[in-house]
């Protein structure tokens, strides 16, 4: 049983628009949200994170939402940029455990000219 | 060099063969992990180690054998595996404990496994 979706496994979108890529989560007991973008033949590289206590957190282009009733989390690139192209994972934890990080199956963002 | 290392990134081998993956991180990171990750499957967590001492097996076959002879190298060995075995083998740290309370994992390129 997944508890960590990613239910669109690709994206395209336009350069210099809003890129929005979504998880749902099924265990209400997760309390931290991460996500990972990984381009090939990398390992996945930390982008942003919130915590329960939030429902929102932005770092330059970068937002994240979290809608805890919904179990709905979101991430907004805006503008995108070519060099935003990769894939994008979602991963939850409970307590903020690196070691109890349970992962999506990843998005892949495609921005195009 | 910065950061967490695996080698080789790319292995070839037969069923019969033992091998080994190989990862160091330079973060002065205390935890260490190995994960799996198949196509169109999430990242899967096989083993973590926490200060050396292992403390999740995540159910994992005995033909994958894991080894930390300090906090920070990382090795997996691998024997008689296979076909469904290929797949991406990541190495990640993290700083267990201390100020922050939300841990972040610091992954490796992988190693792209394939067993024939």
């Known amino acids: 049983d997944q508890q960590v979706k990613q239910n669109s496994p690709s994206l395209s979108v336009q350069e210099g628009r809003i890129s929005i890529l979504n998880c749902d989560y099924t265990?209400?007991?997760?309390?931290?949200f991460l996500w990972y973008k990984k381009y090939p033949a990398e390992g996945p590289t930390f982008l942003i994170s919130?915590?329960?206590?939030?429902d929102k957190n932005e770092d330059g282009r970068f937002t994240v939402f979290l809608n805890k009733s919904a179990k709905h989390l979101s991430l907004h690139i805006v503008p995108s940029q070519p060099g935003d192209s990769a894939v994008y994972f979602c991963?939850?934890?409970?307590?903020?455990?690196?070691?109890?990080?349970?992962f999506g199956t990843g998005t892949r963002l495609q921005v195009t000219l | 060099e910065t950061g967490v290392t695996q080698t080789p990134r790319h292995l070839v081998m037969g069923m019969t063969n033992k091998k080994s993956l190989k990862c160091e991180q330079h973060?002065?990171?205390?935890?260490m992990y190995w994960y799996k990750q198949s196509a169109k499957k999430p990242l899967e967590l096989m083993f973590v180690?926490?200060?050396?001492?292992?403390?999740e097996n995540n159910s994992v076959p005995s033909r994958f054998s894991p080894e930390c002879p300090n906090s920070s190298h990382l090795f997996l060995h691998l024997h008689t595996l296979q076909p469904e075995d290929s797949a991406l083998y990541l190495c990640?740290?993290?700083?267990?404990?201390?100020?922050?309370?939300?841990?972040?994992?610091?992954f490796g390129s992988g190693t792209q496994l394939s067993v024939l």
């Open positions: 990640a740290s993290s700083q267990v404990g201390g100020r922050s309370v939300n841990e972040k994992l610091f």
């Open positions: 265990n209400s007991m997760f309390d931290y």
């Open positions: 919130i915590s329960s206590i939030k």
């Open positions: 991963a939850a934890s409970v307590g903020g455990t690196a070691s109890k990080l349970t």
């Open positions: 973060l002065g990171h205390n935890a």
């Open positions: 180690y926490n200060f050396k001492e292992q403390t």
